[in-house]
């Protein structure tokens, strides 16, 4: 298949996946550690391929993206399964329905890829989004619904512009990326930049700091790619006890800044759910903090999310301060980029300042 490189390994009909950074050698019969992913006689099967599911329109700043196609809408899907076990999952029963309660997730009909494409079409979306759990691990399913979307695309039956996004942990290799970037895939990436500490990214994710650092510096790169460039923001859920001090802030904002002062980042406000339900939800004060940190490190667009905090989720002008984008639980309010069009569209600036603003129209 094109988009798993397997690799036989010595051991009878066992394989490597290389779609995750856990590339799990997997024996015969068995599965991957996000368990959708299955060893049948040496040829590994995407099991959650069509297991499309929770089907729905949202406003792209729901993803969040702030920065990209404001005021948007796009379709969005997840499917079972995940290749992190976060203990404060919000989806869990989704992400860990496999583990938890066995193959019985995969039940039911398939929604093909052409029907995904089809209710966008229906719908009137902008665009869609592969969320809600992780989308790396049902990457041949999103690949081939992005397919049908070229072909409708191809028929005039969806915009010339219509797009596709990740919410992603970051947990994918550099092949799956350049697959995303040789085949014009995805026009944006979120990445969640969930640690800046290796022991609490493997205690709480099951995962590894390393990996989504990577993918973060390699979507970063692509930002400008004249070819294909894919959009990047970042966010980073705050938990009490876990990831709070001013020293986890700078961290972040730090390893963001040296890619470039431009990544949106956002700070996102912690509820208690899953196995971390006795945690109480992040105090205001520590995320308007995590802000406060960001924006001193040299971090032009940060954002706090998931609260009432006013103001918190405007986009302003990194030089002269002026409201660009209002935005109060995910519906826009006042927008100067809304009535862009040619040039001014292509390269937005601040109506007050002339400042350059780093946002996709
Ligand atoms: S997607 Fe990741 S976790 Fe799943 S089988 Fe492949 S390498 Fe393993």
New binding site residues.
């Given amino acids: 298949m094109l988009y798993?490189k397997l690799t036989r390994l010595p051991q009878k009909n066992a394989v490597r996946?290389?779609?995750?950074?856990?590339?799990?050698i997997?024996p015969d019969g068995k599965?991957?550690?996000?368990l959708?992913?299955k060893n049948e006689s040496g040829k590994l099967c995407s099991l959650n391929w069509g297991k499309a599911v929770a089907l729905a329109m949202d406003p792209i700043e729901k993803k969040p993206f702030f920065h990209f196609k404001p005021g948007t809408k796009v379709l969005s899907f997840g499917t079972p399964g995940c290749?992190f076990r976060c203990l404060n999952c919000q989806n869990w029963d989704l992400s860990q329905g496999v583990r938890e309660s066995g193959q019985s997730v995969f039940d039911g009909n398939d929604i093909p890829p052409a029907a995904i494409a089809e209710a966008a079409r229906r719908q009137k979306a902008d665009g869609i989004a592969y969320t809600y759990s992780e989308p790396?691990?049902f990457f041949e399913y999103a690949y081939d619904t992005v397919q049908e979307c070229k072909k409708m695309q191809k028929e005039k039956k969806l915009a010339k512009d219509f797009f596709h996004l990740f919410v992603s942990n970051g947990?994918f290799t550099k092949e799956m990326l350049d697959i995303v970037e040789k085949e014009k895939l995805l026009s944006a990436i979120r990445i969640d930049l969930k640690f800046t500490r290796d022991d609490k990214y493997y205690e709480i994710t099951g995962g590894r700091f390393q990996p989504v650092l990577d993918s973060i510096r390699r979507v970063a790169a692509l930002r400008n790619n004249s070819r294909w460039p894919v959009h990047l923001e970042v966010i980073n859920l705050v938990i009490p006890g876990e990831n709070d001090t001013p020293d986890d802030f700078r961290a972040v904002a730090e390893h963001l800044y040296s890619l470039s002062p431009d990544i949106p980042l956002h700070f996102s406000r912690f509820f208690p759910y899953y196995q971390m339900s006795h945690k109480p939800p992040t105090p205001i004060p520590s995320l308007l903090e995590a802000k406060k940190i960001a924006q001193d490190a040299g971090l032009h667009y940060v954002y706090v999310g998931n609260t009432d905090a006013e103001g918190a989720e405007n986009t302003v002008c990194p030089k002269c301060n002026a409201l660009l984008i209002e935005r109060n639980k995910f519906s826009p309010g006042k927008n100067v980029f809304a009535k862009l069009g040619g040039e001014e569209k292509k390269n937005p600036a601040c109506p007050e300042c002339g400042e350059k603003i780093e946002i996709v129209l």
């Fill in positions: 798993s996946c290389h779609l995750c950074a856990h590339r799990c997997i599965a991957g550690f996000c959708v992913r290749n790396t691990i947990y």
